[in-house]
C-alpha cells in the first residue's frame, strides 16, 4: 500500500538525530543561509549585516555549524563562515512525502464524499 | 539577476511570523504528523502509540495546532486531532529556492576552477 511504504519511509527518516529542521527554524538563521549563499562572510560581517551583537551572531552561526549547514575557519583573527557541507535535501524529501501523504489522503476523502453522495 | 531574485523571494518569506518549521523541527511532532496522515486520532490515542503521557502529548498537540499543521475538536469528552488546514507548501518552497542558490553557487565556483585551471 502506497501510504504504508511513504509512512516506512517517514519513521525510517525520523530517526535521523541531526536535525536541520531545528537549525532553520529562526529567521535569522535562514537570512544568514541566504546571505551565506551570495558570499562567504565573517561573524563581524554577519553580526553588522543582522544589526546583532557579535556574540549573539556566534550563537546563531554555532547552531548552523552544528547542524552542518555552515562551515566556518579561522584566518588570523576573522573566522569566516561558507555554506555545507550539509544540504536540505533530506528535509526537501520529508515535506514531499508529508505533501504526497496529505494528497492521499484529500483523494481518499474527496472519493468517500463522491461515493456517498448518493445516498 | 537569478540570485537576487531568489533573494528578494527568500527575505520577504523570512518576515512570515508563524513558522511551521520549528512545529516539525521536533522528531515526535513529525511522527505525529505521519500518524494522523493515515487516520484521525484522540490526544489518549496518541499518547499511547508515542508512549508519553496526556500533558507531554498535549504539548506537542498545541505546538501542531498553533502552527495551523492540526486542528483539534472535542466532542464529548474526547478531543480529536486532524491534520491542516496548513501545508508545508512555503516552507517547501524555501528550501527548494535554497537548494537552487547553492547549485548556483556550486557552479559558479566550478565555472571559476575551470578558468583558472591553466593559469
Given at each position: 500500500?502506497?501510504?504504508?511504504?511513504?509512512?516506512?519511509?517517514?519513521?525510517?527518516?525520523?530517526?535521523?538525530?541531526?536535525?536541520?529542521?531545528?537549525?532553520?527554524?529562526?529567521?535569522?538563521?535562514?537570512?544568514?543561509?541566504?546571505r551565506?549563499?551570495?558570499?562567504?562572510a565573517s561573524i563581524t560581517d554577519l553580526a553588522d549585516a543582522?544589526?546583532?551583537?557579535?556574540?549573539?551572531?556566534?550563537?546563531?552561526?554555532?547552531?548552523?555549524?552544528?547542524?552542518?549547514?555552515?562551515?566556518?575557519?579561522?584566518?588570523?583573527?576573522?573566522?569566516?563562515?561558507?555554506?555545507?557541507?550539509?544540504?536540505?535535501?533530506?528535509?526537501?524529501?520529508?515535506?514531499?512525502?508529508?505533501?504526497?501523504?496529505?494528497?492521499?489522503?484529500?483523494?481518499?476523502?474527496?472519493?468517500?464524499?463522491?461515493?456517498?453522495?448518493?445516498?
Amino acid at each position: 500500500m502506497a501510504a504504508g511504504n511513504i509512512l516506512n519511509h517517514m519513521v525510517q527518516y525520523r530517526t535521523t538525530p541531526d536535525d536541520a529542521f531545528a537549525a532553520v527554524a529562526d529567521p535569522t538563521r535562514r537570512g544568514i543561509l541566504e546571505r551565506l549563499g551570495t558570499r562567504d562572510a565573517s561573524i563581524t560581517d554577519l553580526a553588522d549585516a543582522f544589526d546583532m551583537t557579535l556574540t549573539g551572531m556566534k550563537k546563531h552561526v554555532q547552531v548552523l555549524e552544528d547542524a552542518g549547514l555552515v562551515t566556518t575557519a579561522k584566518v588570523g583573527r576573522v573566522r569566516t563562515c561558507r555554506l555545507g557541507p550539509r544540504r536540505l535535501t533530506k528535509e526537501a524529501a520529508w515535506i514531499a512525502r508529508y505533501e504526497e501523504m496529505l494528497n492521499a489522503r484529500y483523494d481518499r476523502l474527496e472519493a468517500f464524499l463522491e461515493r456517498t453522495k448518493g445516498d
